[in-house]
Structures are given as C-alpha cells and as structure tokens.
C-alpha cells in the first residue's frame, strides 16, 4: 500500500485505534493530519512521530475551530477516518441525558458535519472510514443502549453515503472491532473485571482481545487503492465474536 503524495484526515487520531492508524499511514507515506482532545494523548503521538500534524480539539464544542484548521492545513484529502468515540454504560432505565446527547454527539453528529463540511477537500475521489462497534448488532453485559445506538447509527450512515458519494467516486465504509486494548477499554483488563472479560473472551474464537495496530491495518487497508471496489460494507473486526 502506497501513501505518497495523499493525505489522510484521523479524527481521534491522539489515542489508540486512532492513532495506530496515525502512524501506521505515516509510515506509508501518507500527509496524517489528526485530532485529539487531551494534551498529553496529543504529546505521546507527537513523540513517537513528529511528521503528523496534530490539534487539539474538543468535539462537538470546537467542530468550527477543527474545520478551518484542517482547511489552513490541506487543500485536499483523499481519505478521512472517523475514529474519536466515547461510552457511557448506564442502565437503560436510568440513563442520563446529557451523556446520551454528549455520546450523539461526539460518536454520530460530529462525524456526520464534519465530513459534509469537508467533502469538497476530495478532489479526485478517496476513502472514508467510520469506527462503529460490535455493539451496533449484539448485546454486551454491560449495559450498552446509548452507545449501540450511536455504533448502529454509524451503519445506517455508511450505507446512505456510499450511495449518495458513489458518483464522486468516494468509498465509505465503518469497521466493527470487538474488544480491543486502548484507553477506552483500559478499566475492562484490571484484575477487578477478571471473571467478565474471561467470559467475554470465552466467546471470542480467537480467545483474546484486538490490538489498535490490527485495527489500524484494517481502515488502511480500507483507505487504500487495493480496496478500490470496497464501498458500503461494515467490517467486523473482533476475532470472530460475531459468529459465536
Ligand atoms: N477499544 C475497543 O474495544 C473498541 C471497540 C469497538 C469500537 N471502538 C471505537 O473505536 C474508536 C476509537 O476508540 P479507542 O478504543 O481507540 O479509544 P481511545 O483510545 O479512547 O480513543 C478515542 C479517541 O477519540 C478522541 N475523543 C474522545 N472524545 C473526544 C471529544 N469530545 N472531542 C474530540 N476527540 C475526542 C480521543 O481523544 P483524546 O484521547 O485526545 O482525549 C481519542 O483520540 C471509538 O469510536 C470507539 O467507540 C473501540
């Protein structure tokens, strides 16, 4: 796979999936302009590579401040991938509003502005990419309704941009991972979640959990010429758990 001369937007490229995928494309090749929302998620991927250009965002509040500093940024892209997310697990009963509307709105509608906003940047066709979950389509232990309402949203999304984008010859796919070791799932591998993740690892054909770098290869794959026939497809990603 050949990045020279593209560039790539990763949003929520500071921190894990995200920036596996970061330094993966930069490696290839790629221009990787990212964003991220905590400083010192932002400075650890600065340290492990200086090439990327990175800023500080914090969705949706800055959505205006991302778009023109992208712009200042790059006049083109050729691939854009969604992988900023947060989950809140709280009983369905109970759940609490603004985290629902918080989740909406970092997971979904950022997304959705973003990439309308920066369609023109593709000049000549590329690639998006969109990081939904296993939670789209199954039910977990843990009490997951607001966050798989976000993940599904994502599906039905990829589905109506693939069509409507297809005449700009821009592909748009989302992955689904399982359970993957990063910041987000850090508190899911203390020795206190033993018995659950044993459970849910039980479950998984491969009997463990994903790492960001397998992710990574995944969207670049996606993101990549090779994939040029791949449109309107959600790929699981989750060491088999879909089919247990
Ligand atoms: N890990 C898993 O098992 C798993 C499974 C299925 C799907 N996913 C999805 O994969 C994606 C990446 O998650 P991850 O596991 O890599 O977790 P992560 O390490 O926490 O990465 C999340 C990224 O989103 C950014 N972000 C979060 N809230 C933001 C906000 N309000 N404004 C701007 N940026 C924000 C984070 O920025 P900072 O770190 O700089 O704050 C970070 O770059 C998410 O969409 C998640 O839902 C993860």
Redo the contacts with the bound molecule.
Sequence with gaps: MDFLGKSILVV????????ATSLLLDNLGAKVIA????KK??DETLRLSARIVLGQ???PYDINELLNWVKEKTDSLNGIVF?????FTEPFETFRDHELESMWK??VESSFKILRDLLPLFKNGGSVVF?????AFFGEREPSSGYALT?SAIIGLTNALAYELGKYKIRVNSIL????R????EDFFKSEFDSVREEFLRRVPLGREGS?TEVAKLITFLLSDDASYITGDSIFIDGGYHTA
């Design positions: 929520g490229g500071s921190s894990g999936i995200g920036r964003t991220g929302r905590t998620h932002i965002f914090n969705l992988s900023q997310g947060v989950i970092i997971n990081v939904s979950s296993i939670d993940k991972p399982g359970l993957i990063t910041n987000m799932t960001p």
